[in-house]
């Protein structure tokens, strides 16, 4: 099986990768496909707490680069979707210029060896980090928030995108509120495309379940799977194995209040 | 600004949109400012040849279309035609 490597990846740090990699992943999985998640924010760890595998992590990508052990005995389950969704911890105990760059090669064609989709987590930043992340991946996600400096440092990390012949799938908007884009004091998507020249993955809304999600250790997409948020990764999941997938408009749930607007004639 | 134009006029993601259309053609590395200097030097001399111009009132601009490519327009107003010999 000849898999597909995809990095995740911003430039700016802290606009929703990690959280991206792991619903997207868990998106995927659900659908079917096998799935790893690879960590890359080396130095940190990120991915294995945000799936709530943290007290299961026995080896790292360290010990795998280092051969202390095979890719396969690493790996640890998502006990939710066991045959199909699977991560490689990062090592706190290094840094990210500890690893070279053909030993990360090596770990990513032989995940893709056993997996349909391999996700690459990158960290922030454009450096050593970023650059073993996204060099040898077929396709990048790139996830912007709905602010100027997070959508130049995507722009910027597209061209290194295009110079490392990596295919861009497009751009996850991020952290969108509505109603300041309705106030006309947040960039709109439209807006976002027309001055990024790459087509659009996916827009997830700006909403604290993703906190809740995060302290109870489960993926949101598992945790509250009716939620509006849940349908974004959903359709960003569906999107990266169909770009002519039509997004699902994302429902509204039925609150308290709707009904009293209702009552009003607003329903 | 005032309280009332903050509250009801301004519309801040056209800020965002203008400078970002600028930041973007500047970091993309199409021109950067000592280019666009230079270009405008050489322009203006191949102009200067044909025309009498002001030249401290000169302007070239680069500016992103509608459709995400770039319009290059430059401006140069011109005080008279050069005599033919
Ligand atoms: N759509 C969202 N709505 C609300 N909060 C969000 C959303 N997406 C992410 N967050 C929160 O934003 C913070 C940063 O998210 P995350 O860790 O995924 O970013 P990152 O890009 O991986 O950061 P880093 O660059 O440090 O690796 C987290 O606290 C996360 O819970
Ligand atoms: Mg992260």
């Known amino acids: ?267 | 600004m005032s309280w009332f134009s903050d509250l009801f006029g301004k519309h801040t993601k056209d800020d965002a949109k203008q400078r970002l259309e600028v930041m973007l053609i500047h970091d993309r590395g199409l021109f950067d400012n000592a280019d666009l200097e230079q270009m405008e030097k050489e322009i203006l001399a191949v102009v200067k040849r044909y025309a009498d111009i002001e030249t401290g009132a000169a302007e070239i601009n680069a500016d992103r279309l509608e459709n995400g490519r770039l319009l290059l327009s430059i401006r140069v107003p011109v005080s008279g035609q050069k005599t033919r010999r």
């Open chain 1, 1 to 267: 099986m000849a898999g597909q490597c995809v990095v995740v990846t911003s430039g700016k740090g802290g606009v929703g990768k990690t959280t991206i990699t792991a619903n997207v992943g868990y998106g995927l999985a659900s659908l079917g496909k096998r799935v790893l998640l690879i960590d890359g924010d080396i130095g940190l760890k990120n991915l294995d707490s945000v799936l709530g595998l943290e007290r299961r992590v026995v080896y790292d990508l360290f010990d795998v680069i280092s051969g202390r052990v095979d890719l396969k005995d690493a790996l640890v389950k998502d006990k939710r979707l066991p045959e199909n969704l699977f991560l490689l911890a990062a090592s706190q105990t290094h840094f990210k210029e500890d690893v070279p760059e053909d030993k990360f090669s090596t770990v990513v064609a032989q995940a893709k060896e056993m997996f349909e989709y391999v996700f690459v987590d990158s960290p922030a930043g454009i450096e050593h980090g970023f650059r073993i992340s996204s060099r040898f991946a077929d396709r990048a996600v790139v996830v912007t928030v709905p602010e100027v400096p997070s959508i130049r440092d995507v722009d910027r990390v597209v061209g290194l995108l295009e110079n490392y012949k990596v295919k861009i799938d497009g751009v996850v908007i991020n952290r969108l509120n509505q109603s300041l884009v309705k106030q006309g004091n947040m960039l709109s998507p439209d807006d976002i495309l027309d001055l990024l020249e790459i087509p659009l993955l996916g827009v997830v809304p700006d909403d604290t379940l993703i906190v809740q999600a995060v302290n109870q250790g489960e993926p949101l997409l598992s945790k509250y799977p009716s939620s509006p948020v849940a349908h974004a990764y959903l359709n960003i999941a569906h999107k990266l194995l169909d770009p002519d997938y039509v997004a699902q408009e994302v429902k509204k749930p039925k609150s308290f209040w709707s009904i009293f607007g209702f009552l009003r004639g607003e329903g």
